[in-house]
């Protein structure tokens, strides 16, 4: 491998991951390919997908070590969110994460990062979904509770600007919210799988479209 390699590492769950699409077909592969046309860099570019199905922000921590800090990144992506704002039958009505914990742990990921010289952090929203109410719980909204830790990521990602923290936050929600309203013929569910949860290729070309250009733009701005 050549030297001086640059390397961006994507660290969350299945939206990351791009489960059940196509690899080749994921926003995750398309913004490797547009890292490496850079202009006027030398040095090669290497991205790393640590996306993990089914992720919440407490199993990742568990990880962060061996799947990315232990690599030394330049650069980070972190998108959770969607596991930790669902709710188990067994877990008596309560968040798989607590809005309060993952707060703290959004928080400890990017200290962890900056710990070993990542350059900037990308924080994301997550896509709105068409799951709907909680099947063993009327009164919850799965698209309710994914909105609300929207929000904490905002928020979150806001407190660590005020700190000093080199952060860019990537508002998907915002993203999809304003795609659909422009287009009228197209709903949610055109963008995403049966499951209304996970992205079809529609919605990984909107990821395409805005995640990826801000990422590149950025990036850019450290190796120009």
Same mark, same amino acid.
């Given at each position: 491998?050549?030297?001086?390699?640059?390397?961006?590492?994507?660290?969350?769950?299945?939206?990351?991951?791009?489960?059940?699409?196509?690899?080749?077909?994921?926003?995750?592969?398309?913004? =490797?390919?547009?890292?490496?046309?850079?202009?006027?860099?030398?040095?090669?570019?290497?991205?790393?997908?640590?996306?993990?199905?089914?992720?919440?922000?407490?199993?990742?921590?568990?990880?962060?070590?061996?799947?990315?800090?232990?690599?030394?990144?330049?650069?980070?992506? @972190?998108?959770?969110?969607?596991?930790?704002?669902?709710?188990?039958?067994?877990?008596?009505?309560?968040?798989?994460?607590?809005? /309060?914990?993952?707060?703290?742990?959004?928080?400890?990921?990017?200290?962890?990062?900056?710990? @070993?010289?990542?350059?900037?952090?990308?924080?994301?929203?997550?896509?709105?979904?068409?799951?709907?109410?909680?099947?063993?719980?009327? #009164?919850?909204?799965?698209?309710? =509770?994914?909105?609300?830790?929207?929000?904490?990521?905002?928020?979150?990602?806001?407190?660590?600007?005020?700190?000093?923290?080199?952060?860019?936050?990537?508002?998907?929600?915002?993203?999809?919210? =304003?795609?659909?309203?422009?287009?009228? /013929?197209?709903?949610?569910?055109?963008?995403?799988?049966?499951?209304?949860?996970?992205?079809?290729?529609?919605?990984? =070309?909107?990821?395409?479209?805005?995640?990826?250009?801000?990422?590149?733009?950025?990036? #850019?701005?450290?190796?120009?």
């Amino acid at each position: 491998m050549q030297n001086n390699i640059n390397k961006l590492y994507l660290f969350g769950d299945s939206i990351c991951f791009g489960q059940l699409v196509n690899a080749h077909k994921t926003w995750a592969v398309k913004l =490797s390919q547009e890292l490496n046309k850079i202009e006027n860099v030398n040095d090669s570019f290497v991205v790393q997908n640590a996306g993990v199905n089914g992720n919440t922000t407490r199993q990742a921590l568990l990880r962060i070590h061996y799947d990315v800090i232990s690599h030394n990144p330049d650069f980070l992506m @972190i998108q959770f969110g969607m596991n930790d704002c669902n709710y188990w039958a067994d877990d008596i009505c309560l968040p798989r994460v607590s809005p /309060k914990s993952f707060v703290a742990n959004l928080a400890e990921m990017v200290d962890r990062g900056l710990s @070993i010289g990542v350059k900037h952090i990308f924080l994301n929203t997550n896509h709105p979904s068409n799951k709907g109410n909680i099947p063993h719980d009327d #009164s919850i909204s799965y698209d309710k =509770s994914n909105s609300f830790y929207n929000q904490l990521i905002r928020d979150t990602a806001n407190q660590l600007l005020d700190d000093g923290k080199p952060i860019t936050l990537i508002d998907m929600e915002s993203v999809f919210k =304003s795609h659909i309203s422009s287009k009228k /013929k197209f709903g949610l569910e055109n963008f995403l799988l049966d499951d209304g949860i996970h992205l079809s290729e529609k919605g990984h =070309s909107i990821y395409n479209e805005n995640l990826v250009p801000t990422v590149v733009e950025k990036i #850019s701005s450290f190796l120009g």
